[in-house]
């Protein structure tokens, strides 16, 4: 599973500028890597790995702004085509899954 977290904040402010930051930190703390400006993902072995961090992110949540969440399979994140320009981008490399007996 794949989670995706876009967010829109604003940072007019001092205290906007505060909670983006913040914002930022605690996914990023919880595993997160930007994908793209304002866009951050996070692999999970299982939903409910998944919803644990889906979790995390809400009760991150700044007060104003706009954030959104999607959860993914790997084979939907699989299908996903990125573009540099006009050359084709490698994807991110999905994370060896461990077994722990």
């Given amino acids: 599973m794949w989670i ?6 604003p940072t007019e402010t001092k205290k906007d500028r505060k909670a983006h930051a913040q914002f930022r930190k605690d996914i990023m703390r919880d ?7 304002s866009i951050y993902l996070r692999h999970c072995n299982s939903r409910e790995n998944a ?9 991150s949540l700044p007060e104003k702004g706009n954030v959104g ?8 994140f699989g299908d996903i085509e990125l573009f540099h320009g006009q050359s084709v981008k490698k994807r991110p490399d999905t994370p060896q899954q461990l077994e722990l007996f």
């Fill in 4 to 9: 995706l977290v876009f967010f829109d904040l």
């Fill in 31 to 37: 595993g997160f890597t930007m994908f793209q400006f």
């Fill in 51 to 59: 919803d644990v961090h889906v979790k995390r992110v809400k009760r």
């Fill in 69 to 76: 969440i999607l959860t993914i399979t790997d084979k939907q």
